[in-house]
């Protein structure tokens, strides 16, 4: 269960590095955006943050 939810959290990382990289944006501007601090950006693509608390996909 626990490596489970590490390698989903790998793969969340990754989809939100690339996502971000496609559209052109750098880790300060995404924070910007999202309105959220540069350091949860980082923990967000490095796999830092265990559990993310993220709202539901529309």
């Given amino acids: ?8 959290r ?3 990382a ?5 996502r971000r990289e496609k559209i052109g ?5 995404l924070a910007r955006k999202a ?3 540069y350091n949860t ?3 967000l693509e490095t796999g ?3 559990d993310p608390d993220l ?3 529309n």
């Fill in 14 to 18: 990754e989809k939100i590095k690339k």
């Fill in 1 to 8: 269960y626990n490596n489970t939810r590490k390698m989903s």
């Fill in 41 to 43: 950006i980082i923990k």
């Fill in 10 to 12: 790998v793969k969340l």
């Fill in 55 to 57: 709202p539901p996909k």
């Fill in 25 to 29: 944006l750098t880790q300060e501007a």
């Fill in 48 to 50: 830092g943050i265990k």
């Fill in 35 to 37: 309105n959220i601090s």
